[in-house]
C-alpha cells in the first residue's frame, strides 16, 4: 500500500495529475506502479483513457472524472518511461522520472515509434564478404554496421559484443547520459541492456544472420561455424575479434603505424601530396597507435608535426608561433588547425603570384590597325606592369603571408589587425591600378587597314619595322592583282 501511495504522490505532486484521475487508475483500473503502466501497449492504454474519460466523478454525480490532453500525454509517456527501465535495469524514482525525462523519452520514441513496440526493424545491408587479407577493416565494417542496426525492442546491436556483460557498468554517466555526459537513450540501452532474457535471445539471433552471410563460403567460417547451432552472434563476434584482431595483429598494426611515422614528411612540394592527405596520414597513424596500446600524448604529436613540416619553408613562421604557444604547444588539433591556416593562405598567395604574373604578359594594350587604303595592318607597342621581384614579403603578427586577397572570412575578421587589413588592400588597389596601354599602330599607305593587337612584350621599333615590310608588300600585292584583272578584262572583250 506504502508503494501505491508513493506512486499517487509522484503522479499528482510531479507530474501534476489530478487526484480524482490519480485514484481511479490505481484502485479501478489497476494502474498503481511504473511497471504497471509498461506492460500496456499504446492501443491498450487508449482503451484505457477512454474508460477513465466515461468514469463517473465520485466527488460529482452529474459528471464524469475525464482526461484532459496533457494528462492523456502524459499516461502515456509513463508506458514509455517504464519500458524503458525494464531494458536498461533501473528502478523507478521520482529523481529519474521528472517531468523533462519523461518528455525527452516520449519525444524519441513518438519519433521512432517501431523502436518501442514494433516486432521488427529494418536492417541495413550486410558488410562485403569477409576478406582475410585485411581481417581489420572487415572487423570494422562489422562494427559499423552494427552501430547502425537496430534490434528487437530498438536497442542498437553493439550491445551485442559490449565488453561487460553485467551491472553495475563502471563510469556510469548516469540515467539517459552518453559517456560525454550528453542526452542519449541509444547510448543508455547499449550500455545496460541485457545480456539474458528473450530480447537479447532475439538481437543476438539478428546479429549471428549478419555474421553468418559475411563470413559464410569463407575461410573466416571456420571460426564461427560452432555458433551455428545456437546462433550465437556474440560468442562469434569474439571468435572473430580473437583472430583477426588478437595481439598478434595489434603488434603488427603498430609497427606499421610507426613506419608511417618515420617516412612521412610535408614539404608542399610532391605533385598530388597534398596537406589533407599529409594531416590525414599522420592522425591515422596516432589513432592507430593508440588503439594498439601505446597512446601520444598532444604534446608529443604536436613536436612530431612540427618536424614533419620542416621541409616547407612557408610554414616557419607558423612553426614558430606554435612552439611559442603554450597552449598550440599542447594541442594537437589547435596546431593543425592553425598551420592549416598558413598552407591555405600560401597557397592562395602562390595561385595569386601565377596569376599577376601571367596577366602583366597578357594585358598589355594591343596597337590599332591602320587606317589608309592599301590594306595596311598596324601593331601596336603595350606597356606592361611587371611584378617586382625584389619585393620582400610581409606576414601578419601570426606568421600569415599577407598578400592581395583570397582569404576566408574567419581568417580576414579574427587573424588580422586592421594595420594588416590596410597592407592587403593597398597591395590590391596597386594591382587593380597597374597595367600599360596600348601602342597605337603604324597606318598602311592605301586601302582599308585592318588592326590587330598583339600582347606587349616585343621590342617597339622591331614591331615597327615588321609593320613597315608587311605594308609593302601588303600594297604590292594589291598592285598587282588589280592589274592582272584589267588585262584580264581586255582579252574578254
Not at 582475410?132 to 565494417?141: A, C, L, V
Not at 548516469?174 to 550528453?182: H, K, T, V, Y
Not at 601596336?380 to 598578400?403: E, M
Amino acid at each position: 500500500m506504502a508503494a501505491v501511495i508513493q506512486f499517487r504522490n509522484w503522479c499528482e505532486v510531479d507530474l501534476l495529475i489530478r487526484p480524482v484521475l490519480t485514484h481511479h487508475m490505481t484502485d479501478v483500473e489497476g494502474l498503481d506502479s511504473v511497471d504497471s503502466f509498461a506492460n500496456r501497449t499504446t492501443s491498450q492504454l487508449r482503451e484505457d483513457i477512454k474508460s477513465m474519460r466515461r468514469a463517473p466523478d465520485p466527488n460529482n454525480a452529474n459528471a464524469t472524472i475525464g482526461v484532459t490532453a496533457r494528462e492523456s500525454m502524459t499516461i502515456h509517456r509513463i508506458s514509455k518511461y517504464g519500458k524503458l527501465l525494464i531494458l536498461v535495469q533501473r528502478t523507478h524514482t521520482p529523481a529519474l522520472g521528472t517531468i523533462p525525462n519523461l518528455l525527452f523519452i516520449g519525444q524519441f520514441y513518438d519519433e521512432n515509434p517501431d523502436l518501442m513496440e514494433g516486432d521488427s526493424y529494418p536492417l541495413p545491408p550486410h558488410p562485403p564478404k569477409f576478406n582475410n587479407r585485411d581481417g581489420r577493416i572487415m572487423m570494422e565494417n562489422i562494427e559499423s554496421w552494427a552501430c547502425t542496426a537496430y534490434g528487437y525492442r530498438g536497442i542498437r546491436l553493439d550491445y551485442i559484443f559490449r565488453e561487460n556483460s553485467e551491472l553495475p557498468v563502471a563510469g556510469d554517466p548516469g540515467f539517459l547520459r552518453a559517456d560525454d555526459c550528453s542526452r542519449s537513450i541509444e547510448e543508455e540501452l547499449v550500455r545496460r541492456a541485457a545480456h539474458t532474457g528473450a530480447v537479447f535471445r532475439r538481437n543476438n539471433q539478428k546479429f549471428w544472420v549478419m555474421l553468418h552471410a559475411v563470413t559464410h563460403e569463407t575461410d573466416a567460417y571456420n571460426h564461427v561455424r560452432q555458433f551455428a547451432p545456437s546462433l550465437n552472434g556474440r560468442a562469434a563476434y569474439f571468435a572473430l575479434f580473437a583472430q583477426y584482431r588478437g595481439r598478434g595483429h595489434f603488434t603488427n598494426e603498430r609497427q606499421a603505424a610507426v613506419r608511417v611515422l618515420a617516412t612521412l614528411h610535408w614539404n608542399g612540394k610532391a605533385r598530388g601530396f597534398t596537406w589533407n592527405t599529409f594531416i590525414s596520414r599522420l592522425i591515422g597513424a596516432f589513432n592507430d597507435l593508440e588503439l594498439n596500446g601505446d597512446p601520444r600524448s598532444d604534446a608529443n604529436k604536436v613536436d612530431v608535426l612540427l618536424e614533419k613540416t620542416v621541409g616547407d619553408s612557408s610554414l616557419s613562421n607558423g612553426r614558430s608561433h606554435i612552439t611559442g604557444d603554450a597552449v598550440l604547444r599542447s594541442n594537437f588539433q589547435g596546431a593543425i588547425d592553425y598551420l592549416t591556416t598558413q598552407v591555405l593562405a600560401a597557397g592562395n598567395d602562390n595561385t595569386q603570384r601565377r596569376n599577376r604574373q601571367l596577366a602583366a604578359f597578357t594585358r598589355g594594350g594591343g596597337g590599332r590597325g591602320g587606317d589608309g587604303r592599301s590594306g595596311g595592318r598596324g601593331r601596336g607597342n603595350g606597356a606592361t606592369n611587371r611584378l617586382q621581384s625584389n619585393v620582400p614579403d610581409r606576414f601578419s603578427r601570426n606568421g600569415i603571408l599577407l598578400n592581395d586577397g583570397g582569404y576566408s572570412n574567419q581568417i580576414w575578421r579574427e587573424e588580422f589587425t586592421q594595420e594588416e587589413r590596410n597592407v592587403c588592400l593597398e597591395m590590391r588597389r596597386n594591382r587593380r591600378n597597374g597595367g600599360g596601354r596600348g601602342g597605337r599602330g603604324r597606318e598602311g599607305r592605301e586601302g582599308h587597314g585592318r588592326g590587330r593587337g598583339i600582347s606587349a612584350v616585343h621590342n617597339g621599333r622591331a614591331d615597327q619595322e615588321e609593320t613597315k615590310e608587311e605594308n609593302n608588300n601588303d600594297g604590292r600585292g594589291a598592285g598587282a592583282g588589280m592589274s592582272r584583272r584589267r588585262r584580264n578584262t581586255r582579252d574578254n572583250d
